[in-house]
């Protein structure tokens, strides 16, 4: 079942708290009914000013020569009316899996931390 809006803004709290201590308030979450989650600035920006930077979560490339990554692509080509993304968006899926919910032993697939 999907969240509902109170589980939702529930993680602001969370998210502003974050934003306080990295980013120096300069921006702060909100609920709304008509968007959901929001960012709204906290300061005066003028254009072309970066409001904060984040590094990117997690990357994943393409693993020619890994059997998983070139069965995965091999379904796309000839399965494309199942597989309707290039076979990178479904392979960042798998690669974003935790240890947890990866068979005990398996290697071709980087797993994140947590």
Not at 39 to 63: K, N, Q, W, Y
Not at 75 to 96: D, G, H, R, V
């Amino acid at each position: 079942a999907s969240p509902s809006p109170d589980e939702i803004a529930a993680g602001c709290p969370y998210i502003n708290q974050y934003c306080q201590d990295v980013h120096s308030d300069k921006v702060k979450c909100l609920w709304t009914s008509e968007k959901g989650r929001v960012l709204r600035s906290e300061v005066a920006f003028t254009m072309g000013d970066i409001v904060f930077r984040e590094p990117p979560l997690h990357l994943v490339a393409e693993d020619k020569g890994n059997p998983m990554f070139d069965r995965l692509k091999d379904l796309c080509s000839k399965q494309p009316t199942i597989f309707e993304y290039e076979p990178l968006w479904y392979w960042t899926a798998l690669n974003s899996l935790p240890p947890a919910l990866l068979l005990p032993g398996e290697s071709r697939i980087k797993s994140i931390t947590q």
